[in-house]
């Protein structure tokens, strides 16, 4: 079994040896590296090269809507939650928009962050139910979708909407009645179709985020 490996940036101290402390608790998952501060982060990071990041927003110094958009310039592929406290549309979506992959809320408890890690490591980006409702609420009031939906299969369009509702890659299994693997190779071909590389890139591009 692959280990997951994790860095954390927190700077409230409690919280992030707790992360530590459920992250490293768990078969399968190992903290690597915590930071208190977002400039840091940025310097060992890439040195680190951790799989997942759980990344606060509000950090003294840098912000962690800043380190993000440093980290994903430098290392495009690493997989990054914001995990915060603020659950209002322009911290969400700045986040998105720097290049996040998930946004979970500091009352997350054990077991759905660990999910979350895992979901991330797989190449998905949880949500809470409650960012992913204010998601799809801001994709409603946008105007009509980008011609590049089009090129999907219905099938497809179906994966997508439920990777807009914030659902993880077993649910969406659960949902249509097909296997997780199944569900991979309709997200891989969604990815390569519209060009991007996470769930944030794709609904981005086809319901043009505000």
């Not at 928009?97 to 991330?120: F, H, I, M, Q």
Request: aromatic share 6%; with cysteine; net charge negative.
């Amino acid at each position: 079994m692959e280990t997951i490996r994790v860095a954390i940036v927190e700077d409230d101290r409690d919280i992030r040896q707790s992360f530590e402390a459920i992250i490293s608790g768990a078969a399968g998952y190992t903290c690597i590296s915590a930071y208190d501060n977002a400039e840091d982060a940025v310097d060992d990071i890439p040195v680190q090269k951790p799989d997942v990041v759980i990344m606060d927003i509000h950090l003294p110094g840098m912000t962690g809507i800043d380190a993000v958009r440093m980290l994903k310039q430098e290392m495009p592929g690493l997989q990054i939650a914001m995990c915060t406290v603020y659950d209002d549309d322009e911290h969400i979506f700045n986040a998105l928009r720097a290049g996040a992959s998930g946004y979970l809320l500091k009352r997350t408890t054990p077991e759905k962050l660990l999910e979350a890690v895992s979901d991330l490591y797989q190449g998905g980006s949880p949500m809470s139910s409650e960012i992913a409702r204010r998601v799809v609420a801001s994709f409603q009031k946008t105007t009509a979708p980008s011609p590049e939906l089009a090129i999907l299969t219905p099938r497809e369009k179906e994966i997508l909407d439920l990777l807009a509702k914030g659902y993880l890659y077993k649910e969406i299994a659960a949902e249509l009645f097909i296997s997780i693997e199944t569900v991979k190779r309709h997200i891989h071909n969604i990815y390569e179709k519209l060009h991007v590389q996470t769930r944030t890139e794709a609904l981005n591009k086809v319901f043009r985020m505000p």
